[in-house]
């Protein structure tokens, strides 16, 4: 199944759009994105309980609308010692209207009475491709780590400026926010998924 020609990334999300615009920068397509491409864009709610449910809702949308193929994901953050929660709910965590702020307040609070060791976490991503003849493709990345406050670091987004990957051997650990942006597409869980999304696309 070759790379298309042209893909829809099916993201409003700035920050995710700058960081998928450097992690598949290699591959050999056209990029449609809402900053190129006057649409129809559709607002495609993440209404399911798995992460490839709702990469998958969003990416058939897109492409159903935009009449070419779509890529599109859904992540989040699973703290062990909250049962693996927020989990899909990761963005609206705090609420449904809820900032990243918000969102990484709410859940500093929650690990607050764990010891360092308890709070272990990992970020999960699924990114998912449709065709809009019905065609799909899937694949996971996962990045394994801890959470630790308060937050630091400028860089990423969401529960970046807490979580802090477990792969650092010098040093001072430092967190997904305190990473650049090279370092940080090399082991993150969305790099992960879509260099993983290219490798079936290319074989």
């Known amino acids: 199944m070759p790379f298309p020609a042209r893909i829809a990334i099916a993201s409003r999300n700035p920050h995710k759009l700058r960081e998928l615009a ?8 056209e ?9 129809p864009w559709p607002d495609v709610e993440e209404p399911h309980d798995t992460y490839l449910a709702n990469a998958l809702e ?6 159903r609308a935009l009449g070419v193929p779509a890529v599109a994901d859904d992540s989040g953050i699973e703290v062990d010692g909250l ?4 989990g899909p709910r990761s963005a609206r965590y705090a609420g449904e209207d809820a900032t990243d702020e918000e969102n990484l307040e709410r859940l500093l609070v929650a690990v607050a009475r764990f010891l360092p060791e ?13 065709w ?9 990345g996962v990045c394994e780590g801890r959470l630790e ?6 860089g990423g987004f969401g529960y970046d400026p807490a979580f802090v990957p477990q792969d650092q051997t010098e040093g001072r650990t430092r967190t997904m926010a305190e ?6 597409d090399r082991i993150s869980h969305r790099g992960e998924a879509f260099r993983a999304l290219a490798g079936l696309l290319a074989g």
């Open 22 to 29: 450097r992690i598949c920068r290699d591959w050999p397509v």
């Open 31 to 39: 990029w449609l994105t809402v900053e190129n491409h006057p649409g």
């Open 58 to 63: 969003k990416a058939r949308a897109v492409s």
């Open 83 to 86: 049962d693996g929660a927020p």
């Open 118 to 130: 308890h709070r272990t976490a990992r970020y999960r991503c699924v990114a998912a491709i449709a």
């Open 132 to 140: 809009p003849d019905g065609r799909e493709l899937h694949a996971e």
């Open 149 to 154: 406050g308060p937050p630091r670091g400028e």
């Open 179 to 184: 990473l650049s942006d090279e370092e940080k």
